[in-house]
């Protein structure tokens, strides 16, 4: 085989891996991977690293393959630390490459070096190298694919210098690799037998639903079992229709709370989550006196630290395909319907307010990326996602992640209007991404719930008995005019009737629009 540049041999592979749109803040180091860049290739450059690193994320998420990202050395690297985080906590697939300084000058501690490359981004990446020789830079891309795409999905990280794009190699073959796990059949017949013989089962669904495509699956084991559904704490994907009878509502991050809202259940079957993710120390048991608890995961680590019971590492659809699979379940009573909250009055202009003019007027391919912490309970109680993967938020509780994830979900779904609904701080994190979303001409809106502080924290803070609070005033911000500045029109909404005059022109408009809600 004739022998090509690394730079040659590495866009092959990229080619034939379907990862042909890159996200970068290119810099020195970085340049020479662009010589005679593709034609069919597209090159997505976001104003900080963060922002590079989120808008990837999301791409990733609604490809459902793995996402090129092209860092600076070191300090790069350092921006998108942040939201890398952000991605390993929601299992995203992404290739993170960044430049290194030329081999030759590296043992004089160049400008611009990374000292450590692949020990910077650890421990929030599967897998961390910089290639021995030049020659090895492309077979290293492969196989940084392949461990991305494996579940449970993740980032990985391959430094590259500078002078190796130009040096020859051999390309590396083709190759191929199918990861999906399906679990122990005799464990999983342990859990359908006790899930058919339980006098009362709860199901509490997460995020690897959505990943392991287990939507239609899950919705036929709740159906053919008559179990109530709850969705696990800050669960970052739609998991189960919010519109269904069997539809419980949403568990809250704290133990004493979740064992409360479980009731008088004798077996809790989690399904593609954790049991359970905790925002502040609790005390007690994890689950009600007497319940069994059961765990399906497609991440081995997380089935580690199950506090008690038994958990079945699988692909979420296998596993799931194999209960359905199980014995007749015994005869229950009736699910009883959850109260749905009442219709709120037209005044005052409130987050929930948002969330239910969002839910009227929204079209119906629309998509909800949503980054507003302390909106969070409002949304779910006046703004339900009913469709699959109709919902996308950050997994790690990190700002700065939903601005730019929206744009790349918007970018990698473009036959859906995606509504980015943004709470005032969460939306400083990254507000560059505007003129990203700007350039690229997406048709979607920005919602801003704007309350002028970082409300979350007052929340929480009455967790602690906190009467006051420092830093969290965000009084005097203008998004309308950092919008407009960056190439994206928008609409300051003060009043329920402005609301929904900007929400219906937003809506129906081409490219980008902003919508910033002033609310009390």
Not at 233 to 243: I, K, L
Not at 270 to 282: C, D, M, N, R, S
Not at 441 to 451: D, K
Not at 493 to 517: H, I, N, Y
């Amino acid at each position: 085989m004739s022998e090509v540049t690394v730079r040659e041999a590495t866009i092959a592979v990229l080619d034939r891996l379907g990862m042909t749109t890159i996200f970068g803040n290119p810099g020195s180091t970085e340049l020479p991977m662009f010589r005679d860049f593709p034609e069919h290739f597209s090159y997505v450059l976001g104003l900080q690293e963060s922002v590079v690193l989120g808008m990837a994320d999301g791409y990733a998420q609604a490809t459902r393959n793995a996402a090129l990202v092209n860092l600076h050395s070191a300090a790069g690297v350092g921006h998108a630390l942040g939201n890398l985080f952000t991605a390993y906590k929601n299992q995203t697939p992404l290739v993170v490459t960044a430049g290194q300084q030329a081999r030759s000058i590296l043992p004089f501690e160049p400008f611009l070096f990374a000292e450590r490359p692949t020990e910077f981004p650890r421990p929030y990446v599967k897998w961390a190298v910089e290639p021995a020789r030049a020659q090895d830079v492309p077979g290293a891309i492969a196989r940084a694919y392949h461990i991305a795409m494996t579940p449970p999905c993740g980032p990985v990280f391959v430094s590259i210098p500078i002078d190796d794009w130009d040096q020859m190699c051999t390309p590396p073959a083709a190759t191929r690799m199918f990861a999906r796990t399906c679990g122990d059949a005799a464990a999983l017949g342990e859990v359908a037998d006790a899930l058919a013989h339980a006098r009362k089962p709860v199901f509490v669904v997460g995020a690897q639903i959505a990943l392991d495509d287990a939507w239609d699956a899950v919705i036929a084991l709740a159906e053919r079992h008559n179990a109530p559904v709850w969705v696990a704490p800050m669960n970052a994907r739609v998991s189960f229709p919010e519109d269904h009878p069997l539809f419980q509502g949403f568990l809250d991050a704290f133990r004493e709370r979740i064992v409360a809202a479980l009731g008088e259940t004798d077996l809790v079957l989690v399904l593609g989550g954790p049991a359970f993710t905790y925002h502040a120390e609790g005390f007690g048991p994890h689950v009600p006196d007497g319940a069994a608890l059961f765990q399906l995961t497609n991440d081995s680590s997380m089935a580690s630290w199950l506090p008690e019971g038994t958990a079945v590492v699988t692909d979420l659809k296998a596993g799931l395909t194999q209960l359905l699979a199980g014995p007749e379940p015994r005869m229950r009573p009736a699910v009883p319907a959850r109260a749905k909250p009442a219709a709120l009055p037209d005044m005052p202009l409130t987050d929930a307010m948002v969330m239910q003019r969002i839910a009227a007027l929204r079209p119906a391919n629309s998509v909800i990326v949503e980054e507003a912490a302390s909106s969070r309970g409002a949304m779910h109680d006046h703004l339900p996602i009913v469709a699959k993967d109709g919902f996308y938020t950050c997994a790690s509780g990190g700002l700065g992640h939903g601005l730019p994830a929206a744009i790349g979900v918007a970018l990698g779904r473009p036959d859906a209007h995606v509504i980015a609904l943004l709470g005032d701080g969460a939306t400083m994190y990254a507000v560059q991404g505007l003129w990203s979303a700007a350039k690229l001409g997406l048709n979607m809106t920005f919602v801003i719930v704007n309350n002028s502080r970082y409300e979350a924290l007052h929340v929480f803070g009455r967790h602690f008995g906190l009467q006051s609070l420092v830093g969290t005033d965000l009084s005097g911000l203008d998004f309308v005019a950092m919008a407009a500045a960056q190439g994206v029109a928008g609409v300051r909404a003060d009043s329920v009737e402005a609301l929904d005059a900007a929400l219906s022109a937003a809506f129906t408009s081409s490219g980008p629009r902003l919508v910033e809600v002033l609310v009390t």
